[in-house]
């Protein structure tokens, strides 16, 4: 499994809210009992998670030192705009 790697949020509370939305969303799809991997420094992680709107205005580039930079607006945009189609 990979591991990733979560910043961000305006309080400790929205990073805990991205947690129970990473674990509700691993169990959906994965029903081993585990939860994913989360760290909050950068060693060995194979994305990033950018849990605030304002970070990827500031973190611009797609990687950072090679990790993949997870622009959460970006990707709620882009699946609210998905299931208006559908």
Known sequence: MKTLG????IAPESTIAYYRLLVD???QKN???NYPSLIKNEENI????LG???L???LRDETYNK???LD???IHVEQAVTQLLS
């Not at 979560?6 to 949020?9: R, Y």
């Not at 194979?46 to 998670?49: A, K, P, Q, S």
């Open 67 to 69: 990790i993949p930079l």
């Open 52 to 54: 605030g709107t304002e």
């Open 31 to 33: 029903s081993d009992g």
């Open 46 to 49: 194979h994305g990033l998670i």
């Open 6 to 9: 979560i910043i961000g949020g």
């Open 72 to 74: 959460t607006a970006r």
């Open 25 to 27: 969303s691993y169990r």
């Open 56 to 58: 990827p205005l500031i």
